[in-house]
């Protein structure tokens, strides 16, 4: 089964957040999270995972494309993008690379 289900959560200070503290919000809600980075212009092709998938943008840029919703969304420092099991997505890295803070974590139905 094949689903799209994604959010978005901007970072809404005017500063950036530090690895730490984002580190400390993911411990906080029970991920255990690890840290990826890319070069610039890299690309991932579109693809999908069996789990649920929360990640931070730390520094840097990417756009995330949701092609069977026709969406793309680019995520800077702080931003957050939740996507469920099974979300096709694909990636595009900005011009000054990507870390990310990545964990994964179970979703309840309200």
């Known amino acids: 089964m094949t689903t ?9 200070s005017a ?11 993911m411990t906080g809600q029970g991920m255990t999270p690890y840290s990826w980075s890319n ?3 890299d690309i991932y092709s579109a693809h999908k ?5 929360v990640i931070y943008v ?14 793309q969304v680019t995520l800077n420092p702080g931003d957050r993008l939740d996507l469920l099991a099974d979300t096709v997505h694909d990636a595009n890295v900005g011009p000054d690379g990507v870390t990310c803070l990545e964990g994964h974590r179970e979703y309840k139905s309200p």
């Open 49 to 53: 995972h069996g789990y649920n998938k």
């Open 58 to 71: 730390v520094s840097g840029s990417i756009t995330f494309g949701l092609p069977l919703l026709n969406k």
């Open 39 to 41: 070069a610039p212009y």
């Open 4 to 12: 799209n289900a994604f959010r978005v959560t901007p970072w809404e």
């Open 15 to 25: 500063s950036p957040p530090t690895e730490e503290l984002l580190l400390a919000i």
